[in-house]
């Protein structure tokens, strides 16, 4: 069903490619994912599921298809602001629904597991620090930046806590450059003390949760070891061992990953790698991992490049929500399932990127 509606939103977003009487922009990034999804498509050639290998495609073509279609139908200030306080709105309704009792069983799945919620307000919190900045300096923007954040601590999401601050780090870096230097190291300060004091974090993030404390992170005395990943290593390196040795270059084929965790029971049931970088390199190889960190790359510095230039506000805006915002998603793509969620997770900082081109086009 997922897989269904997936279809039908990429639908949407090729209809409207063809009913507005633009052409998509074009940069090194877009270049870029379209090899990348060619790659994806030459996968399904030595793939062990055409059907899985199809439904991957599906995930990554939907941000590139958001892109392509936010690039043709944006060209003014206003609607790009009224897409962003609109997806905003969505947002804290989410959020609310996240906290009343009983009320996700009545909406499951039409606002996302937690998870893929907590990530999705990474862009949120970032267009609201953005609309602060840039917007005139109203409480309320920075005050709904606080609210995006506090869920994923309530919750606590290592994950979605890493990159929630790893955006805001960028977010400053982009505004400030080397004077925000200070600031991002207060932020990992902050991150760092929040792991080691709060009692649900500690527990979380560490085996022995009472046996560790910050003096044995000074003196470089913890490993890999007292980490609690969830058994996400062992089951990376069995999968890496099965799907990525001896086929480095290429991977064993688009869907391979997710056709074995679907079709076996292993690690007591878990069908995702949690990791997607791992993912992607058991099907894809070295060259499907280089291609999609060229586009995050190639996107974060198209961003600040023209964040930087002489533009108009509303391009800076969507410059730095975008470049910032992706930062962050891709840094929660290496310990959780951020592809699988596409729609909810990918779909707005490469939506917003796609609003930056096509002001960029208005404008010049």
Not at 42 to 53: A, D, P, Q
Not at 173 to 194: D, E, N, R
Not at 210 to 217: E, G, P
């Amino acid at each position: 069903l997922m897989a269904i509606r997936l279809m039908v939103l990429e639908a949407f977003c090729i209809i409207e490619l063809f009913i507005v009487k633009r052409k998509p922009q074009c940069s090194i990034a877009v270049i870029l994912y379209l090899i990348y999804v060619i790659w994806l498509i030459i996968g399904l050639s030595y793939t062990t599921s055409l059907v899985y290998g199809f439904r991957v495609i599906l995930k990554y073509s939907y941000p590139l298809l958001i892109m392509l279609s936010a690039s043709t139908a944006v060209r003014n200030k206003e609607v790009f602001i009224k897409a962003g306080l609109g997806a905003r709105m969505v947002a804290i309704i989410s959020i609310g629904v996240s906290f009343i009792p009983l009320m996700n069983y009545w909406v499951s799945g039409v606002f996302w597991y937690g998870t893929a919620r907590s990530i999705h307000y990474i862009s949120m919190c970032i267009f609201s620090l953005a609309l602060y900045y840039h917007g005139g300096k109203e409480k309320k923007d920075l005050l709904l930046c606080v609210l995006f954040m506090i869920p994923c601590i309530l919750w606590v999401f290592r994950t979605s806590i890493m990159g929630t601050a790893l955006a805001v780090m960028t977010f400053f870096f982009f505004k400030y450059k080397i004077k925000s230097l200070p600031v991002i190291f207060g932020i990992v300060l902050l991150i760092v003390i929040a792991i080691f004091t709060i009692p649900s974090m500690k527990a979380k993030m560490f085996k022995d949760g009472n046996s560790i404390n910050i003096a044995q992170l000074q003196q470089g005395k913890i490993s890999k070891d007292d980490i609690n990943s969830n058994a996400r290593f062992a089951l990376w390196e069995h999968l890496q061992k099965r799907f990525y040795n001896h086929k480095e270059i290429v991977g064993s084929g688009t869907g391979s990953v997710q056709n074995y965790m679907y079709s076996n029971f292993i690690f007591g049931g878990l069908q995702v790698p949690h990791n997607d970088y791992i993912q992607i390199s058991c099907d894809n190889g070295l060259i499907g991992i280089v291609l999609y960190l060229l586009i995050i790359v190639s996107i974060i510095t198209h961003c600040f490049i023209e964040y930087n230039k002489k533009n108009s506000i509303a391009i800076k805006m969507c410059a730095i929500v975008a470049g910032s915002s992706i930062a962050g998603v891709a840094l929660t793509m290496y310990t959780d399932n951020v592809v699988n969620y596409s729609m909810a997770t990918l779909s707005y900082p490469f939506g917003f990127y796609g609003m930056m081109l096509g002001l960029i086009k208005k404008e010049r």
